[in-house]
T-cell receptor, first 118, second 113 residues
């Protein structure tokens, strides 16, 4: 059971370039989300999804695009990278419906993708 | 807008000490609260999840409490060990559940030999 897999782990971009951070989960979780983590600011929600075909914006969505064509995958696209998007990005997933079992509804995180925009 | 605060930002204790980490949130209308652990350069690992209707959850040496009315949660770590050294984050989810968590900035814990 791989859990939540993020690729790439590290990426360096130049300003204006575009790229996609990949996220895949194999736990049949309905909910998936993307967070960015910056020093002194904690984790902030970028975009989230409650199921295939359904996405919505989080706290800091500008400059990012997402789609959810399958239950397993939730890629994050940077349309035109800016230095302000230098950060560590985390993908997370969880069950949507309350399972009533201890620990079943916790959020499972990927290992993170460290992005530097020059 | 929900705001989550964790105090202190950093804490250093000798091995074997019992300790309490604090988390406060401004809006008491939450679905659940989770405590996470993050090791340097790693992702987050969920430690405990407390539903809004619950008062506490326990896992091994960890005990998390929730007082929704006062907007507070504590994470109690018994008999701390050097392996407990990490950053501990709390996060709350809004009514309706989901994965729209609001995180605190964390408490960096160091347990010294």
């Amino acid at each position: 059971n791989a859990g939540v897999t993020q690729t790439p782990k590290f990426q360096v971009l130049k300003t204006g370039q575009s790229m996609t951070l990949q996220c895949a989960q194999d736990m049949n979780h309905e909910y998936m989300s993307w967070y960015r983590q910056d020093p002194g600011m904690g984790l902030r929600l970028i975009h989230y999804s409650v199921g295939a075909g359904i996405t919505d914006q989080g706290e800091v969505p500008n400059g990012y695009n997402v789609s959810r064509s399958t239950t397993e995958d939730f890629p994050l696209r940077l349309l035109s990278a800016a230095p302000s998007q230098t950060s560590v990005y985390f993908c997370a997933s969880s069950y949507g419906r309350w399972k009533g079992i201890s620990g079943a509804n916790v959020l499972t995180f990927g290992a993170g993708s460290r992005l530097t925009v020059l | 807008k929900q705001e989550v605060t964790q105090i202190p930002a950093a804490l250093s204790v000798p091995e074997g000490e019992n300790l309490v980490l604090n988390c406060s949130f401004t809006d008491s209308a939450i679905y659940n609260l989770q405590w996470f652990r993050q090791d340097p350069g790693k992702g987050l690992t969920s430690l405990l999840l407390i539903q809004s209707s619950q008062r506490e959850q326990t896992s091994g040496r960890l005990n998390a409490s929730l007082d929704k009315s006062s907007g507070r949660s504590t994470l109690y770590i018994a008999a701390s060990q050097p392996g407990d050294s990490a950053t501990y984050l709390c996060a709350v989810s809004p009514p309706g559940g989901g994965n729209k968590l609001t995180f605190g900035t964390g408490t960096q814990l160091k347990v010294e030999l």
